[in-house]
C-alpha cells in the first residue's frame, strides 16, 4: 500500500466484490438442489400408511366381530396382524376392543391400537 | 530491534490469508454434485401414489360389494391384479409412465409367515432398482377350498414392489 500508485481503487473494490457475490450465487444454486431432501426423508421414515392401514384392519376386524366369533376366527386374524406386522413391517402391533358403552346415546365400544416400529410410536384409543 | 514500521504489510497479508482461505472454501463447497437420486424426492413420490392405487384398488363400486383388490386375492388372480394396477399408476395426462411392480401376499399358516408370490417381476427387473415398498392389509372372509391361503377367516398382507425403469 505504501509508496503504491492509488489509482482505480474503486475498479479493483467493485471487482473483488462482484467476485465474492458470484460464489455466494454459485453456493445457493448448488444447495437449492437438497430442496425437499429432509421432507422427503422425513415423509419416508414417517410410517403414515402403516399407520392407517393398521386402523382400517383393525376397523374391518371390529366390524366382522360377531361374524369371525361365530366360526371361531378371532384370536387367528389378531394374531394375523400382529405376527405379519411383526415379520414383515418390523412393527409391534397390539389392538383390541372393549365392552360397548353408552357414548352420546349410541353404543360404541372402546378400540385400543398400540403400534411400534422403533422409530415412531402410536397409541390410540377410539370409540367405534 | 523491533520497530512500529511495516504494519498496514502485515495487516494486509492477514487479509489476503483469509480471503484465499475463504475462496478455497467456496469453491470447493459449490464443487460437490448431489444428483437428485440422493435426496429421496423421487422415492417419496412413488410410495404415495403405489399406497394411492392400492387404496383405490380396495375401494368398492358400490357399498357392500368385494372390492377389486380382495376379489383378486380371493381368486389369487396375479394378470388381473397386475393390469389394474399398472393401469392406474401409469395413467398420467398425457402418454403414459413408465413403472413396474412385482407383488406378494404374505399369509399365517400357524406359526409360519410365508410369502406367496401374486405377481413375479417382469423382465425390466435386475435388483438394482431403487423399488418402493408399498403395503395394504386384506381381510378375506371365510370360503372353503381357498389355495393357498387356506379356508378360515383371515388377513392378509399385500406387498407391492414398485419402480420406474
Known sequence: MACM???????????LLVAVGLFFL????????????????????????????????????????GA?????DLEGVKDDITMISLERKNAVVHFGNGTPQDVSGRQLSPVTIHYNNGVTEYDETVYY | MVNDRGQLYTMEGV???????????????????????????PDMQLEQLGSDVLAMMDTPDTYGTESALKRFVNTNDGTGFNSMF???????????????????????DGDAIIEHQLVAPDGSW?????????????????????D????????VLVEVLLWRA
Not at chain 1, 369371525?68 to 371361531?72: I, R, S
Not at chain 2, 393357498?148 to 388377513?155: H, L, M
Request: proline fraction near 3%; glycine fraction near 8%; charge should be negative.
Open chain 1, 5 to 15: 500508485n492509488e489509482d482505480g481503487q474503486w475498479i479493483v473494490l467493485m471487482g
Open chain 1, 26 to 65: 454459485a453456493l445457493i444454486i448448488n444447495q437449492s438442489a437438497l430442496v425437499g431432501q429432509t421432507t422427503a426423508e422425513g415423509v419416508l421414515e414417517f410410517p403414515k400408511n402403516d399407520i392407517r392401514d393398521l386402523r382400517t384392519a383393525v376397523f374391518d376386524y371390529v366390524d366382522n366381530y
Open chain 1, 68 to 72: 369371525l366369533q361365530t366360526h371361531g
Open chain 2, 15 to 41: 487479509a489476503a490469508g483469509i480471503i484465499m482461505l475463504l475462496t478455497a472454501y467456496i469453491v470447493i463447497s459449490t464443487t460437490s454434485i448431489y444428483t437428485p437420486g440422493d435426496t429421496h424426492i
Open chain 2, 86 to 108: 399398472l393401469g392406474y399408476c401409469n395413467m398420467m395426462t398425457n402418454g403414459a409412465d413408465d413403472l413396474h411392480m412385482s407383488a406378494s401376499v404374505t399369509y399365517r
Open chain 2, 126 to 146: 435386475t435388483g438394482r432398482e431403487s423399488a418402493v415398498r408399498v403395503t395394504r392389509w386384506v381381510q378375506l372372509d371365510r370360503q372353503p377350498g381357498r
Open chain 2, 148 to 155: 393357498p391361503y387356506g379356508a378360515r377367516a383371515q388377513a
